[in-house]
């Protein structure tokens, strides 16, 4: 089963700017994600996926670099035309959709998640953090009752999507324009690992953790 990783990259970034060049641990942020990929053990390629080739001097050794149209750069750009684009040029079995901006994702944590798409098990896998308290959507209490007010350890947890990956088979996308299946394996990270850097005081937090745990290049 071929595995692709691809990781989109724009460096046009709004909230933070220059944020995948930005430096984390002494290398610039997109590397991270890049060489976890690099590390992993069921993945055939990684490429990075920008219409900018001024990056390739940046990239790990055994990344490859494959380059978009500049219209997939505009804000308006929706994240299903990044992928039918990279999916018509680079046939798998099985992608894996990386983001730069979670450079605390574990090789292990997406290795796993591979695992239990290929045992048949699963049709589909993603990043999420368990959030077991008391959730609200849409003015009304989600996962308890304001007539039962449930001990957070034995509330119904409820599940937010990271963007450190989303791995899926092809029919998946090129055919149902797919990410997640009917049967997704959940891969429950913490809230370091399933970090996602969007915002100026979030690359600021980045680098205290990088510094904490000894990450430098």
Known sequence: MKTVAFVPIRLNSQRVEGKNLRLLGGEPLLCHILRTLLRTRHIDETYV???????????????RF??????????????REIYDAFTSEVEADLYVLAHA??????????????????????DSAFSAEKIQTF?????RPLNYSLDNIPRTQTIEPVYIE??????????????HRRRIGDRPYLA??????????????????AETIAATRGIHR
């Open 188 to 205: 429950i990270v913490d809230r370091i690992e399933g970090m996602d850097i969007d915002y100026p005081e979030d690359f600021a937090l």
């Open 135 to 139: 959730a609200w959507y849409e003015g």
């Open 162 to 175: 990271t963007s450190a990956f989303f791995i899926f088979p092809r029919p998946l996308w090129c055919e």
């Open 101 to 122: 901006t979670s450079p605390f994702i574990r090789p292990e944590t997406i290795d796993g998640a591979i695992e239990k798409i290929r045992s048949g098990e699963y």
């Open 49 to 63: 996926f920008c219409s900018d080739e001024r990056i390739r001097p940046l990239l790990p050794a055994g990344v």
């Open 66 to 79: 494959l380059r978009r149209s500049e219209t997939l750069d505009r804000d308006t750009t929706l994240g």
